[in-house]
């Protein structure tokens, strides 16, 4: 088993509102079908195990961009959308954070009895990952959310996530079964983070004796093996920066919106008359459903998608989430009638925007890009959890009648 990746993401409370959760439910099971239905469902397994990718899924879905609550509200979205669909889609979506990770182990032997899987060694699977990162690899990270993704033939995903109090920060796991070997040597291409000194890995390739001598009652410590693995280590800072996006793919997706020749050709390869806000989001979604994996080295840069619930870089514009997601139904829906044409629209429009990017895109002006979203936020239905809070009042000279916003989170 090699472990695709890790996330390293800073600690993040509050909770995400009914207003976008129902949303990511609809935008993060539309683009899990378009995958399944363009590459299969191996292929949406791969994406999950690449922690940027997972990371610009849930940035083109409206989430914050950086924060680990993007793990948790991700999962349950797809849960939400895909499992209802399951026999269809043949990808069932079990887990989660808490109590609902104790139910794993039912709910794989549920879909194991209905499609003659072996439910012990899913079982089994689900138990020794969370066991591995918990237990086996002594980071300082205590696993709170686990979350098993598997196929109607068995293949299976996995992304869990670790909490450590004392640094601030959530470390993700991401496993993906198709390279399963051995959990009990080298199940980890590596295990890389900040330095915090010598880790004991407990399933490295050359922990063999200590293992042999902890089954005696003995302890060795083994030596660690450090590998170059695909990383993702998230920025402290809650807002989006210039320096997290590469502003030269931006300026592709920008000049296809905005630009009115390169917009009107766009429009055509999707079929729809289409605002340049929504082309703009659109094909930043069809990046995350068509995209190679170098293209999410900076997971940020889909934010621009939708923008976040903190309002980083922007407020979550309504309008364009649900007009997105509307085109994206249709297209599939259109799809099951006459074939792929339409859905193939998206991966035609992927496709011009990285001519578009490898020909004469100039750079996005940053700062002139958010001023843009920031001034048309309230007629595009902009909003974030802070429109969510009551007023609460506050006194001022002895008087009640002024009103402050609530606390932020």
């Not at 670790?162 to 959530?170: C, I, P, Q, T």
């Not at 902890?214 to 170059?228: C, F, G, K, N, S």
């Amino acid at each position: 088993m090699k472990r695709s990746g890790t996330a390293d993401l800073p600690l993040h409370g509050g909770r995400v509102p009914a207003w976008l959760a129902d949303r990511m439910t609809q935008l993060g099971a539309a683009i899990s079908e378009a995958i399944v239905h363009s590459y299969g469902q191996s292929e949406l397994l791969t994406r999950l195990s690449d922690p940027c990718w997972f990371q610009a899924l849930g940035s083109v879905m409206g989430m914050d961009w950086h924060s680990s609550g993007i793990t948790t509200s991700v999962l349950g979205a797809l849960k939400r959308g895909l499992n209802p669909r399951a026999d269809e889609l043949g990808v069932y979506v079990c887990g989660g954070r808490g109590r609902h990770s104790r139910h794993t182990p039912d709910e794989l032997r549920a879909i194991a009895d209905a499609q003659s899987l072996d439910g012990d060694e899913l079982v089994r699977s689900s138990r020794l990952t969370a066991k591995i990162d918990n237990n086996a690899i002594a980071d300082g990270f205590q696993i709170y959310l686990h979350g098993f993704i598997v196929t109607a033939q068995g293949e299976w995903a996995v992304v869990q996530q670790g909490m450590n109090e004392a640094s601030g920060l959530a470390r993700r796991y991401h496993w993906h079964s198709a390279t399963v070997r051995d959990f009990t040597s080298d199940p980890h291409s590596a295990i890389v983070g900040e330095s915090q000194g010598v880790i004991m890995n407990l399933v490295d390739s050359q922990a063999a004796p200590a293992q042999r001598a902890m089954l005696d009652i003995a302890h060795q410590r083994p030596d660690v093996t450090l590998r170059e693995a695909r990383r993702l280590v998230m920025p402290a800072h809650h807002d989006v920066r210039a320096e997290d996006v590469d502003l030269h793919r931006l300026g592709a997706v920008l000049a296809v919106a905005y630009d009115r020749p390169l917009h009107n050709f766009a429009e055509l390869l999707l079929t729809e008359n289409l605002g340049p806000r929504t082309l703009q989001t659109l094909a930043l979604v069809a990046e995350v459903i068509h995209g190679t994996p170098s293209r999410f080295a900076d997971p940020a840069r889909f934010s621009f998608a939708l923008g976040g619930k903190d309002g980083h870089p922007f407020p979550v514009p309504l309008k364009t989430y649900d007009e997105s997601i509307d085109v994206l139904r249709r297209a599939l829906d259109q799809a099951r009638l006459d074939g792929a044409v339409k859905r193939d629209g998206f991966a035609r429009l992927d496709r011009f925007v990285r001519a578009v990017e490898h020909s004469a895109a100039p750079q996005a002006d940053f700062d002139r890009a958010i001023a843009h979203e920031r001034a048309i936020s309230r007629s595009i239905g902009g909003r974030t959890v802070f429109d969510d809070r009551p007023k609460r009042r506050v006194k001022q000279d002895n008087q009640l009648n002024l009103f402050a916003p609530g606390l932020p989170e």
